[in-house]
């Protein structure tokens, strides 16, 4: 039967994506924040997933105001790069997994989640930026992809606590597809950032640590966060995060810490970065590295901060924000 044997929770700033087309990863404000994925790419190529199912949101782009599904399950066998206003990211084509995620549709929807079935869509920044982050810039993703766009844009986004158990209904899709798969599940956005109004380029990093520690230690207390908590602390866009609790919850209750990196900022947004697998999963010299690894993200994510005005360091806000 198909398994999933790891999770990958991004943030997916388009700045990100425009930084590796244009040649811009060497720079020094850039080559901080693509360091801290070296050691995923690696994870990634060792890891060798036969699918991605990659929760993202969509900016606009395949769905508008007139038309916003709060889960969309994309079921093609190809997705086109979108057109974000300055031409499609040099990119390749997303080949989708119909047969896989046509199952996990029925089977989701039968467990009582409404589900959009989108056979036709273009995917944006949300789902290629994590891919490049993971894989680089290869003629061809490795692996196909099931797209998986969630309403963080349009109020009311669903709360964290369905996300988390969306996330256990996936898992048991997944789980019951008779073919011998290897499925990577990802959760991207975030983490904290407002693109817009007084509190433009609100950074909380206390917060956003905080999320990532509970992510493994306690996500049931995240399920407990209402949406209003998310705006005052982690800003307007800061809703994404809802979407990691998806991933997190189609792993088991106990995992293992894999690796962790968080910097800001990249734009005006806080770039965090987690890899956790159920804890049978990893064992020996590999959680060694991983743990080792984990302390290194966390000391360069110390030395990033201290680039800021001190009074900032914790909550930081940028009067001139680049674009998100």
Not at 245 to 264: H, P, Q, S
Not at 274 to 302: D, Y
Request: net charge positive; charged share 25%.
């Amino acid at each position: 039967m198909a398994r999933i044997t790891a999770s990958v929770y991004t943030s997916h700033v388009p700045a990100v994506g425009a930084a590796l087309d244009l040649g811009k990863t060497g720079e020094d404000y850039w080559q901080p924040v693509f360091k801290g994925y070296d050691f995923s790419k690696q994870w990634e190529k060792e890891q060798k997933p036969d699918v991605i199912f990659l929760v993202f949101n969509d900016h606009a782009t395949a769905f508008s105001l007139d038309f916003i599904p709060t889960f969309a399950i994309g079921t093609a066998a190809e997705f086109d790069p979108a057109d974000e206003g300055w031409g499609p990211r040099p990119v390749p084509k997303v080949i989708g997994h119909p047969k896989l995620a046509a199952h996990i549709a029925q089977s989701v929807i039968q467990d009582d989640f409404d589900l959009t079935i989108v056979n036709k869509m273009d995917v944006d920044h949300g789902l290629t930026v994590p891919l490049s982050l993971m894989f680089g810039q290869p003629q061809a993703w490795p692996c196909p992809v099931i797209p998986f766009a969630v309403n963080v844009v349009q109020y009311p986004p669903p709360s964290g606590r369905r996300c988390y158990m969306l996330g256990k209904a996936i898992r048991k899709a997944i789980e019951s597809y008779p073919e011998d798969l290897k499925v990577v599940i990802f959760g991207t956005g975030g983490l904290s950032h407002q693109i817009s109004g007084p509190r433009a380029g609100l950074i909380n990093s206390k917060w956003d640590k905080a999320f990532l520690d509970n992510l493994s230690k306690d996500p049931k207390k995240l399920t407990r966060i209402p949406h209003l908590e998310y705006m005052r602390e982690a800003g307007a866009e800061g809703i994404e995060m809802v979407m990691w609790l998806i991933m997190r919850g189609a792993l088991d209750d106990k995992v293992e810490e894999v690796y962790r990196f968080y910097t800001v900022p990249a734009s005006n947004t806080a770039v965090g970065h987690i890899i956790l697998e159920n804890r049978r999963k990893t064992t020996g010299k590999r959680a060694t590295a991983g743990k080792s690894r984990q302390a290194a993200a966390r000391q360069a994510s110390a030395v990033d901060l201290k680039f800021l005005p001190s009074a900032r360091r914790a909550r930081v806000g940028n009067s001139n924000p680049k674009p998100h």
